[in-house]
């Protein structure tokens, strides 16, 4: 790597201590981009414009306070990243987690400038959400978590300023909530938020959109190298809304999807997932071991999805969930295709492994980016009033998605025909981002 690529790092490492997500992030993005620069657009370097992208616009925290059922005060830290407004306002989701941080927060924000890029909408980057965990808590409790976390975040966003989102612990219910105290406190009823119910105001599609998205994109993958995904077998991490959508549209384009995961350990079906089965791991929440007392499966506690020999391996449930040891596992045991369906889900090592070993390789930035590209569609349906038909949402993602990743090949393609999504990706996201930022000026 060149001198410039170490000094940055050391300057990015030095701003941003104890933040070792983001680190990873914007290690992962420059080392693509630099090399571009050098060769492409020395003047972005001489503007300082990796310095100001990997800087946040904004980066706001709040106390929020609110009552237990049982009447205990209970307080958590909110956080909203507005990180580049160069496209168009700050766009991406909540995540209420005990896992969030800033280092968390300012990763996904700086991974969803390029994402958003990618979709050639009009969309900036922003990331947000609490260390609050839902899970245990009743309605009641959300909905007042929500009212705070809203009367504190409201002055901070608007329609054209900037719209979150759902994201991990954040569904059509928080979105909800949140929703109603935004109106509330504003006395407008505006698109200030993606994910809302489609009977006021939502789109369709947006549920399924990350998951279907992540397969529309692997489809493609495999049109360019003349393959399919008939007879392919799938193993999928993850329990919620983006392994469940991605593992239907597995299915219905003819590949036997045969793992679903969480945090506790992994069901494998050998005889593949239908829509019933997917419908009954919805039911069982956290105790997916009872889905063996009704159809013949296993179910391994403890282990992740990755053991398990298959075609293509989607992880859908979070960052850093796939190491290096998983990738030669699955290396071993057959797999030609690893499309991320989380944000950042394999690890700096499981990168470099999968890269080295030439298998294809879809990064999250490009391959889930069918979450926001739908948020995007809902933010056009609901500034023109209307509310297209899910045929017709349904339709403009797949478009979405395929250019994409054409976007992809025209910058990651070497000379020899050879495809590196990754940096395509990058590259592919970063070039309008700063042809943007250096005509706006030194902002």
Request: net charge neutral.
């Amino acid at each position: 790597m060149s001198s410039y690529f170490e000094s940055f790092i050391d300057y990015v490492t030095v701003r941003n201590p104890n933040q070792p997500e983001y680190l990873q992030a914007v290690r992962e993005v420059t080392e693509d981009i630099i090399p571009y620069m050098e060769a492409n657009a020395v003047d972005l370097i001489d503007a300082k414009l990796l310095e100001r992208i990997s800087e946040p616009e904004r980066v706001i925290s709040f106390r929020v306070v609110w009552m237990d059922d049982d009447n205990n005060v209970q307080v958590n830290r909110g956080y909203r990243v507005q990180m580049n407004s160069a496209l168009g306002p700050y766009k991406g989701g909540l995540r209420f987690s005990p896992t969030v941080d800033l280092s968390v927060l300012k990763f996904l924000a700086f991974e969803q400038t390029f994402k958003n890029s990618l979709t050639g909408l009009p969309l900036g980057a922003g990331k947000g959400g609490a260390d609050f965990d839902p899970k245990g808590k009743s309605d009641n409790e959300i909905m007042r978590f929500c009212q705070s976390f809203m009367t504190e975040l409201f002055r901070h966003i608007g329609a054209d300023t900037d719209v979150p989102a759902g994201d991990i612990g954040v569904g059509e219910r928080e979105i909800g909530y949140l929703f109603g105290q935004y109106k509330r406190l504003r006395n407008n009823f505006t698109g200030v938020l993606t994910g809302k119910g489609p009977a006021w105001g939502g789109s369709f599609i947006r549920p399924e959109a990350t998951g279907f998205g992540l397969l529309y994109f692997v489809e493609r993958m495999f049109y360019e190298t003349q393959n399919t995904l008939k007879g392919k077998t799938v193993a999928i991490s993850g329990a919620g809304n983006v392994a469940y959508y991605a593992a239907l549209k597995a299915i219905s384009l003819g590949a036997k999807v045969v793992t679903i995961s969480n945090s506790n350990g992994t069901i494998y079906d050998e005889h593949g997932f239908s829509q019933e089965k997917l419908d009954y791991v919805n039911t069982l929440k956290r105790n997916l071991e009872a889905y063996t007392t009704r159809f013949p499966a296993e179910y391994h506690e403890g282990k992740k999805p990755w053991q398990f020999a298959c075609d293509i391996a989607l992880p859908c449930a979070t960052q850093n969930e796939l190491d290096e040891q998983d990738v030669r596992q699955l290396l071993k045991n057959g797999c030609i295709c690893i499309a991320e369906g989380a944000n950042m889900p394999c690890t700096e090592l499981a990168v470099k492994a999968i890269l080295k070993s030439k298998i294809l390789y879809a990064p999250g930035k490009a391959a889930n980016a069918g979450g926001v590209a739908v948020s995007g569609l809902e933010m056009s349906q609901n500034r023109v009033g209307q509310q297209w038909t899910a045929d017709k949402v349904d339709g403009k993602l797949k478009k979405i998605m395929q250019e994409i990743h054409d976007t992809c090949v025209h910058y990651g393609k070497d000379k020899n025909g050879v495809i590196n999504y990754l940096k395509g990706a990058n590259i592919g996201g970063f070039v309008k981002v700063a042809t943007a930022m250096k005509a706006q000026g030194f902002v």
